[in-house]
């Protein structure tokens, strides 16, 4: 009989259970439902601190998404102002020196223009030269003396009829 128990000795434990249950209830009941209750309610306590967090949370993530939203559409509306102002600051160079050039070619055509005037009036010059050293040289070759006579004659007489 040695692994075996008497039925009075396990009525005897279950006995002892019942008195050792019966004096923990007595003493540590109330300490131990005021223990469990207050556990139960910082329990619940944070599990609406939760919710409540988790709501803030949520709605701090909606406005920081249509936060983001507004960014990204700024950005763009940024991108294209920037893209206009470039484009209209390129053609205003483009246009000032399509003008620059238009000024330039018109200066190139009155320079032009100026140096063959003054080419004109110097070949005009050198030929008026020519022409009268040649009409000199003609005139000393067939002027005789009695033409050159004549000719001062004529010369005396004009200038007494205009006095």
Same mark, same amino acid.
């Given at each position: !009989?040695? %692994?075996?128990? =008497? %039925? #009075? =000795?396990? #009525?005897?434990k279950f006995i002892n259970f019942g008195i050792l249950v019966a004096i923990l209830v007595k003493f540590a009941g109330k300490p131990l439902k005021k223990f469990f209750l207050e556990r139960h309610e910082r329990v619940k306590n944070e599990i609406e601190t939760g919710k409540t967090t988790y709501a803030q949370i949520e709605t701090l993530k909606a406005? #920081? +998404?249509?936060? /983001?939203? $507004? /960014?990204?559409?700024e950005v763009e509306e940024i991108k294209k102002k920037v893209m206009e102002? $470039?484009? $209209? +600051?390129?053609? !205003?160079?483009? =246009?000032e020196a399509k003008a620059f050039a238009e000024r330039l070619r018109e200066q190139a055509i009155l320079t032009k223009e100026q140096e063959l005037k003054e080419t004109r009036l110097m070949i005009r010059e050198k030929i008026a030269e020519k022409c009268v050293d040649e009409a000199e040289r003609i005139i000393r070759e067939n002027l005789k003396k009695e033409d050159h006579d004549r000719l001062v004659r004529d010369f005396i007489e004009r200038l007494r009829s205009v006095s």
């Open positions: !009989m040695h %692994g075996e128990e =008497s %039925g #009075l =000795s396990i #009525l005897f406005e #920081l +998404q249509r936060k /983001l939203e $507004a /960014l990204d559409t102002e $470039a484009y $209209a +600051q390129r053609d !205003m160079i483009i =246009s």
